[in-house]
């Protein structure tokens, strides 16, 4: 079975700072997708970014980018001139690329701090 | 086009109660799916539902039943509230393999 790991329960970053949150997962699957969530206070969930596994290059989105590491199951997002609205819990997630069910695996999460 | 449906938004029962909590979707997707949110630990999968009269159990199906007789609609039921059943719960659905999940707002549910 797969899973998402989220190893740092909460960062701080300041302002315009750079900020990395880490995740790492565990699949024997060749083919997937990756994502990362953004939940603020108000609880909705917002796609961040999203990585498919047969692309070697990294996904941006304006300020935010991926490093994905296949090999090491690793896919970590860096957030740039980080912004007081960035922060929210952000959580990584895995799913499957077959055809079939489609469910999604969630990390437990990163509470992410923006300092002014 | 409302996206993902979630009533309530806020609910306390009391043990022993049972609710259903509602979930509909207008974009005509067939995969739609329960998670709960437990402070800490991350979203755990209910049940899914692959299309109208098939639905499957996830993660942590026990106490929680569901149905889907429409591609519209995906009721959580739950039968006998007890408090480890305290939590944040989102409905979700999804076109197919190549597009987004899209999340309903979510149902905070309290049992004392």
């Known amino acids: 079975a797969q899973t998402v790991t989220q190893s740092q329960p909460e960062m701080s970053v300041q302002e315009a700072e750079t900020v990395t949150l880490s995740c790492t997962y565990d699949?024997?699957?060749?083919?997937?997708?990756l994502f990362w969530y953004k939940q603020p206070p108000s609880r909705q969930m917002i796609l961040v970014i999203r990585?498919?596994?047969?692309?070697?290059q990294n996904a941006t989105e304006n300020r935010f980018s991926v490093n994905f590491q296949k090999a090491a199951k690793s896919f970590s997002l860096k957030i740039s001139d980080s912004q007081l609205g960035d922060a929210a819990m952000y959580f990584c997630?895995?799913?499957?690329?077959?055809?079939?069910?489609?469910?999604?695996?969630f990390g437990t999460g990163t509470r992410l701090k923006v300092l002014a | 086009n409302a996206g993902v449906t979630q009533t309530p938004k806020f609910r306390i029962l009391k043990i022993g109660q049972s609710m259903t909590l509602q979930c509909t979707q207008d974009?005509?997707?067939?995969?739609m799916y329960w998670y709960r949110q437990d402070p800490g630990m991350g979203l755990k999968l209910i049940y899914y539902?692959?299309?109208?009269?098939?639905?499957d159990k996830g993660e942590v199906p026990n106490g929680y039943n569901v149905s889907r007789s429409t591609t519209e609609d995906f009721p959580l039921r739950l039968e006998l509230a007890a408090p480890s059943q305290t939590s944040v719960y989102f409905c979700?659905?999804?076109?197919?393999?190549?597009?987004?999940?899209?999340f309903g707002n979510g149902t905070r549910l309290t049992v004392t």
């Open positions: 699949t024997s699957e060749s083919d997937y997708y």
């Open positions: 979700a659905s999804i076109l197919g393999n190549n597009s987004p999940l899209h």
């Open positions: 974009m005509n997707h067939n995969y």
């Open positions: 997630a895995y799913r499957s690329a077959q055809k079939g069910t489609y469910k999604y695996i």
């Open positions: 539902s692959v299309g109208a009269g098939i639905t």
């Open positions: 990585q498919e596994a047969y692309k070697q």
